[in-house]
């Protein structure tokens, strides 16, 4: 099965860097998964981490370690549009389910 | 590539009604999926399409829920008698399957309202 945990909401100011934090139990994992979601929205992929490391993808990067269960996904120079939610999800060998946490709030303020 | 399409984009009805939704994966995508998300949490997957193959199914799919992909193309998710605690959004995501773990991409969700 698999768990996965996340805090609720942050609020940053405009160009900051916000780091998000996620972790999770899962049995035969398979990778893990970052979204953004704004409210009423689908969610949009950001980024995927199935080694230990860090990925980097312009203003966003994610970082894992799976001995310890840990992913993170860094914020750099916060806009306003960046306020939303952002979903980590863990993927297991043997089915192609996403396991949802319940996501980050973070709220942008000037 | 217009995305990953669903209707109705919203859906009110009356407790013990019948409702169906639409989804339209990415045309190019086998891969796809079913999840339903409640205010405040993440999506909880409910079922999975690989083609036309019904391959994965999860326990939160009771049997007044049905879910079809009868050409590998779209999919159609029922649920039957309706009840007050399947309001929710759900949502309809698409992949390939070529080079491992593609990732999913959502549509902007059905959003279903029980009175």
């Known amino acids: 099965g698999q768990n996965i945990d996340q805090p609720t909401e942050m609020t940053a100011t405009e160009g900051a860097i916000v780091q998000i934090n996620c972790t999770y139990q899962t049995s035969g994992f398979n990778g893990l998964f970052w979204y953004q979601q704004h409210a009423g929205e689908a969610p949009t992929f950001l980024s995927y981490?199935?080694?230990?490391g860090l990925e980097e993808k312009g203003r966003f990067s994610s970082f894992l370690s799976r001995s310890k269960g840990y992913s993170y996904l860094l914020l750099k120079e916060l806009q306003m549009k960046d306020s939303a939610s952002y979903l980590c999800a863990g993927r297991s060998y043997g089915n192609n389910r996403l396991a949802f946490g319940k996501g980050n709030q973070v709220v942008v303020i000037p | 590539d217009t995305g990953v399409s669903q209707n109705p984009r919203h859906k009110i009805t009356k407790r013990g009604q019948n409702v169906t939704f639409r989804c339209d994966p990415i045309?190019?995508?086998?891969?796809l999926y079913w999840y339903r998300q409640t205010l405040g949490q993440g999506p909880e997957f409910l079922t999975y399409f690989q083609n036309e193959a019904q391959l994965e199914k999860s326990r939160l799919l009771s049997d007044r829920f049905s879910a079809e992909r009868p050409k590998g193309s779209f999919s159609t998710l029922e649920i039957q008698r309706t009840e007050q605690g399947d309001s929710a959004m759900y949502l309809c995501?698409?992949?390939?399957?070529?080079?491992?773990?593609?990732?999913?991409?959502f549509g902007d969700g059905t959003r279903l309202s029980i009175l």
């Open positions: 995501a698409s992949s390939d399957d070529t080079g491992g773990n593609q990732p999913q991409h």
């Open positions: 981490n199935v080694l230990d």
């Open positions: 045309s190019e995508h086998n891969r």
